[in-house]
């Protein structure tokens, strides 16, 4: 697919003012384009404004109407208590979803801050507290339209599209072969925790979506947000070796516990949920590549040497699958 023809490639700052002006703000002509490749986010400056506003164009025939509005009121409930997300701005007509054109957008307050230091276990207490309060209202109620995250769609899907589209054919038995026994494992894991409960997760819960502020975690880009076991959004703040990651999960369980009750179980999902997110991340770079900012911001990507790598970090996670599970201090 050409750059011309991407749907994204008619985002030009006079395009993107217009939709924000369309909404009655008045653009100062200042527009910064944000690290966002699943959508396009760009800052834009207001006049007699100091703070900017954060524009976000979604993906054309990513989410539907309604599984975006889930999400929108999910973090605007969070806000509404008093928890540290960024909502969408609602307009004066009520809408936090908004059109131009042929784009759904979104609208955000900017908000500062710095990477966390999640290496610091009063940090990871901090961030289990916030996790905590999340999965609380998280549980209250599901998700009618968004998908979860499970061995089916995260796995069994990517895997066969993979598969299929885009390795290497000098590697597609070892791919082939070693996935079957990966998601036969998954799919084991899953089914012994039948009972776990699928409740409204951030999904995305990596560094890269918390700012830390006034020495407080704050949560950005609930676009990833699924149903899913609550554990899905703990063990993506853990790091380090086996030992380490037990003394991390420890301190985050400990604070999370205050607001909602940990489940025990689920973690023997933790090693299962970071294979898939593996199998995912490969099969999501595929199924973008016809957007012309992957080639250029993933140049490794689609090499028979980054398929040989993935093999070799798939076979790692079957020697994880394979371990006890990790258990709390």
Known sequence: ????????????????????????????????????YENRVYQVGLEDQAVPVIAKFYRPKRWSSAQILEEHSFSIALADYELPVVPPLINAQGLSLLHYEDFQFALFERKGGHGPELDDLDN????????????????VEPYQHRPSINPQTFGHNSVAFVSEYFIPPSLKAAYDSLTTDLLALIDQAFAHTDGVNYIRVHGDCHGGNLLWRNDAPNIVDFDDSRMAPAIQDIWMLLSGDRDRQRVQLSEIVEGYNEFYDFKPKELALIEPLRTLRMMYYAAWLARRWEDPAFPHSFPWFNTERYWGEHILELREQLSALNEPMMELI
Do not use: K, W
Request: charged share 15%; aromatic share 8%; net charge negative.
């Open 1 to 36: 697919m050409t750059n011309e023809a991407h749907p994204f490639s008619i985002l030009t700052p006079s395009y993107i003012m217009d939709a924000v002006e369309s909404q009655g703000y008045v653009c100062d002509g200042r527009i910064s384009a944000l690290n966002s």
């Open 124 to 139: 990871l207490y901090t961030m289990g507290r916030l996790l905590g309060r999340i999965h609380a209202l998280g549980a």
